[in-house]
């Protein structure tokens, strides 16, 4: 049988809706069988019911941690759920809870990691001047952001860019990475060893990325002084 995975959500659900399109087809090798939010007004709930995926609101504001994850750990359970995919969920987990799920639970977020963990990645990768942004599907440890990496799409950044324009081409390419990474791990062609992401799927041989692209003859020369 198809491992059953359950999303968590906090907001709009636009990775979970990624997850529940793939999730459709016939030969995707996972079934959606939950979606979590922590905030009764997630929009991704309304997105999730009219998928036909059930769905639960655990409230966590004002409450104690543990109280809340262990109604989470109680919702996930009663679903069956074998997998935890984090789709926007703002919500940092105890490490008690991440180890439970050690090697079962995947999050995907919009940087290049290690590079800007945390928030407002775009406005830092902009204000850093780096030439290549992107995302990061990695599996989830108690540090945050800090889990070994299952996958990662890369996009330039081009002149002009501002936060809006940059998480834009990122949140395209979240939209096929996640999907396809969490298809890995449920495959079993992803999985956690020795503290790293080990990787039977095919790779991508000798692709290379690079911003702005080297001409092979003819490259302009700067005016100013060496």
Not at 167 to 182: G, I, K, T
Request: glycine share 10%.
């Amino acid at each position: 049988m198809k491992p059953r995975v359950g999303v968590l959500i906090s907001g709009r659900g636009s990775n979970m809706a990624a997850l529940l399109a793939a999730a459709r087809l016939p030969d995707y090798p996972a079934d959606v069988a939950l979606v979590v939010a922590n905030r009764a007004d997630a929009g991704g709930l309304e997105l999730a019911r009219a998928a036909g995926v059930p769905t639960v609101v655990v409230p966590s504001k004002g409450r104690p941690r543990d109280a809340f994850e262990a109604d989470l750990q109680a919702a996930l359970e009663g679903a069956g759920v074998r997998l935890v995919a984090l789709a926007g969920f703002m919500r940092v987990l105890s490490a008690g809870f991440t180890r439970a799920w050690e090697g079962r639970m995947v999050n995907i977020h919009p940087s290049l990691l290690p590079s800007f963990p945390g928030l407002d990645t775009h406005a830092r990768a902009l204000a850093a001047g780096v030439r290549l942004h992107g995302c990061t599907v990695h599996f989830v440890t108690p540090g945050v952001d800090e889990g070994p990496i299952i996958a990662q799409a890369a996009v330039p950044v081009l002149e002009g860019d501002d936060a809006d324009t940059l998480a834009a081409r990122v949140l395209a390419q979240e939209h096929r990475l996640y999907p396809a990474a969490l298809a890995w791990v449920a495959a079993g062609h992803a999985w956690l060893e020795d503290g790293r992401c080990a990787v039977a799927a095919a790779g991508a041989g000798e692709a290379a990325l690079c911003n702005p692209l080297p001409e092979i003859t003819g490259l302009p020369t700067h005016a100013g002084s060496d």
